[in-house]
């Protein structure tokens, strides 16, 4: 997922933070199932001159991993959309854009 539209890097790390806590995403985090990571921003989305140029990446690890992708994507959507009402109600101006896309798998 990047974060678009002036995200800071405080951004970034709260989103992180806060999809870490997320129930299902972090019993699978806590199992070894999923890795979230933060990583430079591969330039193929539009320009942000005055964002961080940071995106969150989800992966899903061992055999199981495609029949859990999505519950998860599910899970991080709506994530997502928690931690924007939660960052509009506790802070000044308008949250950063989320985009959520699969990636990896083609999917």
């Known amino acids: 997922m990047r974060l678009t539209q002036g995200a800071s890097e405080s951004d970034i790390r709260a ?5 870490e806590r997320e129930q299902m995403l ?5 199992s070894g199932r999923l890795e979230i990571h933060e ?3 591969t330039g193929d989305g ?3 001159p005055m964002g961080a140029g ?9 055999a199981g991993a495609p029949k859990l992708f999505d519950e998860v994507f599910e899970q991080v959507k709506s994530g997502v959309r928690a931690w ?3 960052r509009r109600s506790v ?6 854009e ?7 798998d083609g999917r």
């Open 84 to 86: 924007r009402e939660n």
């Open 39 to 41: 990583r430079a921003g």
């Open 54 to 62: 940071m995106d969150i990446m989800l992966v899903l690890i061992g």
């Open 98 to 104: 989320v985009d959520v896309e699969p990636g990896g």
């Open 26 to 30: 972090e019993a699978l985090k806590n």
């Open 91 to 96: 802070e000044r101006g308008e949250p950063p």
């Open 46 to 48: 539009p320009a942000s």
């Open 15 to 19: 989103l992180k933070a806060w999809l």
